[in-house]
C-alpha cells in the first residue's frame, strides 16, 4: 500500500497572525537573516514534490524570482486563465478543491505543498483537504495585513505535533488537522 500524501500547509506568520502586508509586501519576512537550514525548509523542500497557491501568492513568487520547473509541477488555483507566459511546469485550474485534492492524493508522489494566501487556505481548511500546518511565528507585530487564514465562521481543532524554537526567536508550531 503506498503513503497517502499530505497536504501540508508551510507558512511563516508575524506574532501577530498576517502573513504578508496589505498590499502584498514580504519585507518583515524576507529582511531577517536566517540560520543554516532556513528552520528546516530545506528538508521539508526535500518532502514535497507538488506546490499549490492562489494566483496572488504565484505572482508574488514570481516577482521575488522563484523559479519553477515541470520536476517539481505548481498548481495555481485562480478564477483567471493561465497567462501565455506561464512558466513550465504551472498549471492554473478552477476546480472544486475537495474532489481535486482527492484525485492529486492518488497520483504517486511525496507530499504536497499548500504555500498560501489565507483565501485559498481558508477554502482548503473549509473542503477538509489539509492534513498539517507548520506556522513559523516571526517576532514582530506588523499590526495589519494578510491573515493566515481568511475570516469565515469555521471550528478546525489541531493536534499539536511539535513546537521548534529558533535562537533569533521564531517559534515554529507543527499541528495536525484533526478532522482527519
Do not use: C
Amino acid at each position: 500500500m503506498t503513503k497517502r500524501r499530505k497536504v501540508i500547509v508551510h507558512i511563516a506568520t508575524s506574532a501577530d497572525g498576517y502573513i504578508a502586508r496589505p498590499d502584498g509586501d514580504l519585507e518583515w519576512l524576507t529582511s531577517r537573516p536566517a540560520p543554516e537550514g532556513f528552520y528546516g525548509m530545506s528538508a521539508f523542500m526535500k518532502s514535497i514534490d507538488t506546490k499549490l497557491l492562489g494566483r496572488k501568492t504565484y505572482e508574488v513568487s514570481l516577482g521575488m524570482g522563484a523559479k519553477f520547473d515541470a520536476q517539481n509541477p505548481s498548481i495555481v488555483f485562480s478564477h483567471h486563465p493561465a497567462p501565455a507566459d506561464a512558466p513550465l511546469g504551472v498549471q492554473f485550474v478552477n476546480d472544486a478543491i475537495g474532489p481535486f485534492v482527492s484525485r492529486l492524493r492518488e497520483q504517486p508522489g511525496k507530499d504536497i505543498w499548500l504555500m498560501g494566501g489565507g483565501e485559498l487556505i481558508a477554502s482548503f481548511l473549509d473542503a477538509e483537504a489539509i492534513d498539517e500546518f507548520v506556522v513559523s511565528v516571526v517576532p514582530v507585530f506588523i499590526g495589519d495585513g494578510i491573515p493566515l487564514i481568511a475570516r469565515r465562521h469555521r471550528y478546525v481543532p489541531l493536534e499539536l505535533r511539535s513546537v521548534e524554537r529558533f535562537e533569533d526567536g521564531l517559534v515554529q508550531l507543527h499541528y495536525r488537522v484533526q478532522n482527519k
